[in-house]
């Protein structure tokens, strides 16, 4: 069975420090991942996904995710938080077919 | 390219009452669309798989007679919400995929939050 783990439920950093957002993945196979963006009151925006091309891929806003088979993580990651970065990340696998398991979700506060 | 769009975006209704929630595929043919649900500070729950023309698979535990899921069309899928009640409010949030391009992505609306009074 596919599914996702988010080690954190809130993350907060300093405006123009490093965000990392962590995601585990349990899969019998080399899966898909996928992070998604979403802003309060707001749907889901497609930030990168991995789709066992290169491992590391780098996505929209200057964030990236290292998909890394021997720890089974696909950690998000970004040089310098911006305020407008606050907001709730999800780690997703698909699965039977066409299915999405959405993780837990990582709350992601920006201070200034 | 691939925007898909909600309707209403908020909507509140009385208790006994049905609402339709609608979501459309603005650019692109939608083969399958999804419809999750999102209770406050909680992840995104997968409610039912619906392809055009054939009824909705609805994941364990989604009442079918409560959610009705209709896609009529490659462009469109409703939920409607019959009987709703206060349990029932919550964020709304369907997802299309596409027949071709990236087999597994899948373009999310922006989410319709209904509250049951």
Known sequence: ?112 | GAVVSQHPSRVICKSGTSVKIECRSLDFQATTMFWYRQFPKQSLMLMATSNEGSKATYEQGVEKDKFLINHASLTLSTLTVTSAHPEDSSFYICSAKTSGGDYNEQFFGPGTRLTVL
């Not at chain 1, 490093?18 to 898909?32: E, G, M, T």
């Open chain 1, 1 to 112: 069975a596919q599914s996702v783990t988010q080690l954190d439920s809130h993350v907060s950093v300093s405006e123009g420090t490093p965000v990392l957002l962590r995601c585990n993945y349990s899969s019998s196979y080399s899966p898909s991942l996928f992070w998604y963006v979403q802003h309060p009151n707001k749907g889901l925006q497609l930030l990168l996904k991995y789709t066992s091309a290169a491992t590391l891929v780098k996505g929209i806003n200057g964030f990236e995710a290292e998909f890394k088979k021997s720890e089974t993580s696909f950690h998000l990651t970004k040089p310098s938080a911006h305020m407008s970065d606050a907001a709730e990340y999800f780690c997703v696998v698909p699965y039977n077919f066409n299915k999405f398991y959405f993780g837990s979700g990582t709350k992601l506060n920006v201070k200034p």
